[in-house]
C-alpha cells in the first residue's frame, strides 16, 4: 500500500500499531459507534477489531491525520475489494474526535479516499451503506458524487428501534466527473 495521501487539511496513512488506543477510545464511545451500528467496545474486543484491521488482504486502512496537529481523527478504508471485479464492497470512515464533527475533515478524507480508490488501486466501483438517520453523512456522500441505490428496509436495530440500511455507490465515470 502507498504509503502517505496529502490533502489540504490533513493526510491518511496506513493504520499502524500506534493508532490502537485512538482506534480503543473511538469504538468505547456509543456516540461514535451509533453511527455504524455497533455497541461501544470492551478493550480486548477493540484490540481483536484493530488486529483484524491490521491483517486484513482485501481491504485498506488508514488512519486520517489532522496535519496542524499531527495527531490522528479517525480512520477511514476500503473492504471487500474484489481485484477482478474492480470493486471496493465497503468504504467506511470514522471521524473518532466528536469536536470535529461538522468541520468537513470527513468530506477531505473521503476525497482523498476515492482518488486512491479510482486512481491508484483502478476501482470501477466504489460502495458503501449508510443509516436512514445519519443525514449529515448521507448528504455528505450525496454532494461527493454518491448515488443512491437502494434501501434494506428495516436493516439495523439502534437504540432499540429498526432503521433503514442506504447503499450508495459511485461509479469510476461519475467520479471522473
Same mark, same amino acid.
Given at each position: 500500500m502507498d504509503s502517505i495521501i496529502v490533502g489540504e487539511r490533513l493526510y491518511l496513512r496506513p493504520l499502524q500499531e500506534s493508532n490502537s488506543e485512538d482506534f480503543y477510545t473511538w469504538f468505547s464511545d456509543d456516540q461514535v459507534t451509533r453511527f455504524i451500528t455497533m455497541k461501544?467496545?470492551? /478493550?480486548?474486543?477493540?484490540r481483536a477489531l484493530f488486529n483484524s484491521l491490521l491483517n486484513d488482504? /482485501?481491504?485498506v486502512y488508514f488512519a486520517i491525520i489532522k496535519k496542524?496537529?499531527?495527531?490522528?481523527?479517525?480512520y477511514i478504508f476500503l473492504a471487500d475489494i474484489l /481485484?477482478?471485479?474492480?470493486v471496493a464492497l465497503e468504504f467506511g470512515i470514522v471521524i473518532g474526535d466528536k469536536n470535529l464533527w461538522g468541520h468537513g475533515y470527513g468530506s477531505e478524507a473521503t476525497k482523498? &479516499? &476515492?482518488?486512491?480508490?479510482?486512481k491508484r &488501486?483502478?476501482?470501477?466501483?466504489?460502495? &458503501?451503506l449508510v443509516l436512514d438517520f445519519n443525514k449529515r453523512a448521507r448528504n455528505m456522500y450525496g454532494k461527493l458524487g454518491f448515488v443512491e441505490e437502494g434501501v434494506q428496509r428495516e436493516g439495523r436495530l439502534v437504540d432499540g428501534k429498526w432503521h433503514d440500511v442506504v447503499l450508495m455507490g459511485m461509479l469510476e465515470k461519475e467520479y471522473e466527473k
Open positions: 461501544p467496545l470492551p /478493550k480486548d474486543e477493540a488482504p /482485501k481491504g496542524d496537529e499531527e495527531r490522528a481523527i479517525g /481485484k477482478s471485479h474492480r482523498l &479516499l &476515492l482518488e486512491y480508490g479510482f &488501486l483502478n476501482l470501477h466501483r466504489i460502495q &458503501l
